[in-house]
């Protein structure tokens, strides 16, 4: 019988930092208020996107003969519209592995975007992804 497992390990990671002048194009990257994510029941960002992955996410079937083990860094803005824009890999593992990432993270559901003095701003969000795809693994 072969054992396939796939984790996922999500956390967030803010700088404090600012990028561009102030005004509507401004992207926060440590905001007063960080954006945040309420999937199903979860109560935290990271509870809600490992959520997410675990009910949403199916590795595509050409990958599944392979092994993948490493973390894929995926970097994106939280609109102040609570939708995501600028979705792209940092740093990936696998072409294809990498592509069904951001698909699956296009698919997330609405955001609760960052505040900075009251304000609802745009927000850069970089999402470590851990992959641990084991192949071929047989349990005797």
Avoid: H
Avoid at 26 to 51: A, Q, V
Avoid at 72 to 92: A, H, K, M, P, T
Avoid at 103 to 108: L, N, S
């Amino acid at each position: 019988m072969k054992i396939i497992s796939l984790f996922i390990i999500i956390s967030v990671q803010f700088s404090i930092d600012c990028i561009g002048q102030q005004n509507d194009t401004t992207i926060y990257i440590d905001p007063e208020i960080n954006p945040s994510l309420r999937y199903d029941t979860c109560s935290t960002l990271r509870n809600s996107i490992e959520k997410f992955f675990i009910d949403k996410y199916r590795m595509p079937a050409v990958l599944l003969d392979n092994s993948y083990i490493g973390n894929i860094y995926i970097e994106f803005i939280v609109e102040r519209d609570s939708s995501l824009s600028n979705i792209r890999v940092i740093q990936g593992i696998d072409e294809p592995l990498d592509k069904s990432v951001i698909e699956a993270i296009k698919g997330i559901p609405k955001w609760i975007p960052g505040v900075e003095k009251g304000k609802i701003v745009r927000t850069r969000i970089v999402l470590p992804i851990s992959i641990n795809w084991l192949y071929g693994k047989t349990n005797q």
